[in-house]
Each structure stands twice: as C-alpha cells, then as structure tokens.
C-alpha cells in the first residue's frame, strides 16, 4: 500500500461503522495516526482495536457533533494524543432522521431541525475546532462527506439535501478562507454504497440492488473502500493542489 499519510495526525469522525470505518483502514494502511471518533465508543473502539491488532497507530474518541461542548472536549483530547492535527475526514450523520424526511408540505420540523443540527451546524462546529490546530501545523486538509442528493433533485429528503448543499457551501468558504494558508477543504459525494453492515444484516433488498446497479454506469455497485481511497488521496500530499470541490464517487450514476 502506498505509504503516503506516514505519521500524519487525523481525526476520522463517524469512524465507528461503514465509511468512516473504512478510511480509518485506508489512513491507517498508508502509514497515519488515526483518531477513531465516533459517537458510538464501544464502535469505534473496535475499529481503534483492529488496528491496533494490525500494528498500526489508532485510538478511540467519542463525540457528538451537535453538541459544541462534547465537539471541544473531543478535539482536545484527541489532538493532546495526536501531538498536532494534520487532517479531517468529517463523515458524520443522523441516519436515522433520513427515514422521516418526506417533502417540504409533510416533513416534520423536528426532523428538519435535527438534520441540518447534525449533517451541518455539527460540521461547522467540527470545523471551528479543527481549523486553529490545522493552521498551527502550517496546513492540512479537511474533508466532509456530502452526497449525491444536492444535485439529484429528489422528490423526497428536502431536509438532507439542503443540509449537504449547505455543507457544500461551507466547505467552499473554508477553501476560500483558508486557502492562501495551507488549508484545503474538499467534499466526497457517495453514491449508492454496500456498506459491510448493510451486507451482513441483510438491509438491503435483492431487487433494490438490482435497480441501483441499472442505474449506474459500472459493474456493480459501491463500496465503502472505494470512498476511503478518495478520502486518503484528498487528505495526502497527493491531493495538495485540490481545494474547494465535490467529487461524486458513484459508479457514474450521477454525471455531473
């Protein structure tokens, strides 16, 4: 595996299951020191785990990123370990909120408030965070999950789609900002992605599968290596000339 990221010091956030997980394995195979930071401890300390078991440089963080306090504790605690903060990969999300996202006439606002609380204003206050150490480093990268769903123009999730087209737009002024500073802010856009989770429990239905993979122009349909491998590439020296852009990682569902 290429040895682009050694020693470099990066918080993985939402590193507990699928995406998140599979970066921290990315990061961490191509030589970095990882925080495994999840809101769920007992995840993520199972990924910090198997790691550790592999012989690399991993350790466990809980974090809720709607909450500003629990963003801080976690950053200082975690950057304390790292010794500096060379990187981001900011991949949190409500899952759960999604299912109750239905249009703009039925949505409830708990719903939409809960959404834009997790998916945007936790992003912007994992930002405001990581920026100061970033800087203090002389640069670094910063990268936020985002999704197809901002240019899709789905007849349903209002409240995710404008939370990723804000995040989006965030990412965009943080390239701006800090840009002439070292920062790079960058965005990965998933598409339709079989996460080892969703696999094993079955989530999926199999003519589900099917009508995703018709609507691709691939093979088959994503995984969630194939967002680490953008990830690390964006967070290595490799990715240094790429700032303030959405790359759509989905098999050419979406052409954009």
Partial sequence: ????????????????TGIGAATVERLCSEGARVCVADVN??????VAERMRQAGHDAFAQSIDIADEIAVNSAFASA????????GVHINAADLR??????????????VFDRTIAVNL??????????????LSAGGGSI???SSGACDSGEPERPSYAASKSGLNALMRHVASRWGKDGVTANCVAPGF???????AGGQVPPEWVEVCLKGVRSTRLGKAEDIAAMVAHLLSED??????QVFHVNGGALLH
């Fill in 239 to 244: 990715g240094r000339w790429i700032n303030g």
């Fill in 41 to 46: 401890r007992d995840a993520a300390e199972a």
């Fill in 79 to 86: 950057v304390a370990r790292l010794g500096r903060l060379d």
């Fill in 121 to 134: 204003r936790g992003h912007l206050l994992c930002t405001r965070v990581a920026l100061p150490h970033i």
């Fill in 193 to 199: 992605v079989m996460t080892s989770e969703m696999i």
């Fill in 143 to 145: 990268v936020y999950t």
């Fill in 97 to 110: 909120a999604i299912f109750a996202d239905s249009d703009a006439l039925d949505v409830d606002l708990a």
């Fill in 1 to 16: 595996m290429n040895q682009r990221l050694v020693d470099k010091a990066i918080v993985v956030i939402g590193a507990g």
